[in-house]
Structure formats: structure tokens, C-alpha cells
């Protein structure tokens, strides 16, 4: 199969680092032990939560480009961006968005 548009491979792979670029960007407002009191914490870990989710939807945005137009080079940052971010989501919704939604 014939490689993609080298300026498709290069939008994919742009769009991959910075998907896999807020994916980790959320992963350390989550996990990281940051030296601030504990309201300035939550709302750090509160601010994870778009953080990822735009980095998921940048992640699909690559993905689809990938499989329209055959991109063979530069997916895979937007596959890590894909996984990390989706692990951010989830881990923003379990740890901040349930324990602030049951405590009334």
C-alpha cells in the first residue's frame, strides 16, 4: 500500500504529540505529589478532567485521518495519546467526579 500525503503523515503526527502531550499533562495534575494546599489540589485535579478529554478527542481526530488515508509513519504518539488519555479519563471521573458527586 502506497504511503499517505506526507502533509496527512505530518498533520497525524502533530496531532499525536499533542494529544499524547495533554494525556500526560493530566496524568501529572492527577498523580503527581504538587506542594499546594489541599483546595488548590482539587482544583488542579478538577482541570484533568478536560485535559483529557480533549486529548482522547485529538487522539480520534488523528485516528480517523489515519484510516482514511492510509498513514503507514506517525500514528503512534496519537495511539499513546489515545490509551494515556483514556486512562486520565477515567482515573479523573473515578478519583475527583464520583467522590464529589456521593459527598453531596
Known sequence: MASADPDVERRVAVLG???????VAALVLLFAPLPVDDAQ??????AALPLSV?????ALRSRRLVVAHGVERGWQ????GMIL???A???ALIGVVIPMLAAG
Open 54 to 58: 480533549v486529548a482522547v478527542f485529538i
Open 41 to 46: 489540589l482539587l482544583t488542579l485535579k478538577v
Open 89 to 91: 479519563l477515567a482515573a
Open 85 to 87: 488519555g483514556g486512562f
Open 17 to 23: 504529540w499533542v494529544s499524547l502531550a495533554l494525556a
Open 77 to 80: 504518539p496519537g495511539l499513546g
